[in-house]
């Protein structure tokens, strides 16, 4: 029996807020250029107050994968927290918009953290300063988890930042549960090197007993297998565990390891503006592959046209018809 969702994905739920700025404004305000930090509510607020005219989209990182999914046909919905305020409605509504089924509950309005925001200021060099308030979203529980929602998915799709939330480990447990008692299988990605290091030992538990895709960057799972003397090694460790391997490198393109086969991918050349979401929209596209029966390298292939179509403008949502881009490199749909 086919299933409602073809993927559900699990994590932040975030808007990012885009504003050109000069480097007086920066120093002014004390941002350190060319980084992302986190903030408290009180310094998001102020930023959010000063940075003038903005871009303002729905973003974080699983939730971008989940987007480009949706853009793509895919049949998804999202789990991550919001607040019912300003921010959360648009967060909610750009991800709507695209397709996905979004329905977790909203923090009330009277609670004391606000929605998450990413504050990115972009100076005339293109270089990008962020600025990161979690907001509610760190909150996620397993309250938040539809049981019904995530058994009748083809795969959930978990996002390694949630690892830093209190309760969120539970959150993935339960829903890992409903997913597989229904017969569905997982994948996660693993977000961030540091992320790895706070929380190895889970990681490791994740990738032993219940992960079916691994999503990362060289980075990453150089990070993850750090006991390894070689990429190619972790690489190999990572496919041992887990059954299929999707590792972006930059501009040397992705591996795909499976079933003892492994594909090399070239990257699709473009002019760099904004690399934030070529992993997302790889793993949005790659998901998407394997959701409609798609073989391995053409799932890599599909996920490196949409990375390269991200990191071409400013956001980490497509605004060109990846599918007309799938054609446009010759693939059969």
Known sequence: MTKKFQVVGIGNAMVDVLAQTSDAFLADNGVEKGIMQLIDMARGVELYGKVGPATEMSGGSAANTIAGMAHLGGRTAYVGKVKDDQLGAIFAHDLRAQGAVYETPLASKDAKAETGRCIVLVTPDGERSMNTYLGVTEHLSPDDIDTNQVADAEWIFLEGYRFDGPESHEAFAKAITACKGTGGRVSITLSDPFCISRHREAFATMLRDDVDLLFANRSEIEAMYKDENSFDAALETAAAQVDIVACTEGEHGCHILTQGNRW?????????VDATGAGDLFAGAFLWGMAEGFDMETCGR???????????HLGARAQTDLKKLFLKHKITL
């Open 264 to 272: 090399h991918i070239p990257a699709i050349p473009t002019n760099v």
């Open 302 to 312: 599909m996920g490196n046209i949409a990375a390269s179509e991200i990191i071409s």
